[in-house]
T-cell receptor, first 114, second 112 residues
Framework: KQEVTQIPAALSVPEGENLVLNCSFT??????LQWFRQDPGKGLTSLLL?????REQTSGRLNASLDKSSGRSTLYIAASQPGDSATYLC?????????????FGTGTLLAVQP | KAGVTQTPRYLIKTRGQQVTLSCSPI?????VSWYQQTPGQGLQFLFE???????NKGNFPGRFSGRQFSNSRSEMNVSTLELGDSALYLC???????????FGSGTRLTVV
């Protein structure tokens, strides 16, 4: 059974700092991995999608890496800003067809202090 | 390009009642999934529909059901509401398996 863990559960950093959020999963047979952010009381905003054959994806100040063999993904945020404050969730999709669903981690609550 | 639209945004229902939530996916997306988010359990998968067929179902009681129409719009229904059904219900759409998901803003259901 796939389990997804995110460390740390909460993180507070001063503005301008570079930071890394971690996501680990127990079954390396994943289809893809997606990073989301969630603002309080809101839906999920997709940040980056990494297919199982890829090692990393970049979008602006965000870079996500994937190491399937070790069951790990990291989300790197460069030059953090107060607007980056949110909960960050990683989700893995294992297989397709009948197993076509996302398994979510518990999230990292990020606070960027001005 | 319109995103995923969920209606209503907020609902308050009484125990024992039933409720229907609606989701309109991005145009051209045939896969619609539903998730429940609670502080205690996090995000949990309810079910997925693809071309009007339920393709996958999570571990929820039969009180939770759904359907998808020919225009890919989806509804989920919860009957005999319990206090524990209070949650944020999120809908996500995708073209299909290899693509990522786009989520709606959710429906906040409160059962009193």
């Amino acid at each position: 059974k796939q389990e997804v863990t995110q460390i740390p559960a909460a993180l507070s950093v001063p503005e301008g700092e570079n930071l890394v959020l971690n996501c680990s999963f127990t079954d390396s047979a994943i289809y893809n991995l997606q990073w989301f952010r969630q603002d309080p009381g809101k839906g999920l905003t997709s940040l980056l999608l990494i297919q199982s054959s890829q090692r990393e994806q970049t979008s602006g100040r965000l870079n996500a890496s994937l190491d399937k063999s070790s069951g790990r993904s990291t989300l790197y945020i460069a030059a953090s800003q107060p607007g980056d404050s949110a909960t960050y969730l990683c989700a893995v999709k294992s297989g397709g067809g009948a197993t076509n669903k996302l398994i979510f981690g518990t999230g990292t609550l990020l606070a960027v202090q001005p | 390009k319109a995103g995923v639209t969920q209606t209503p945004r907020y609902l308050i229902k009484t125990r024992g009642q039933q409720v229907t939530l609606s989701c309109s996916p991005i145009s051209g997306h045939r896969s619609v999934s539903w998730y429940q988010q609670t502080p205690g359990q996090g995000l949990q998968f309810l079910f997925e529909y693809f071309s009007e067929t339920q393709r996958n179902k999570g571990n929820f009681p039969g009180r939770f059901s759904g359907r998808q129409f020919s225009n890919s719009r989806s509804e989920m229904n919860v009957s005999t509401l319990e206090l524990g059904d209070s949650a944020l219900y999120l809908c996500a759409s995708s073209p299909d398996s290899i693509y990522g998901y786009t989520f709606g803003s959710g429906t906040r259901l409160t059962v009193v």
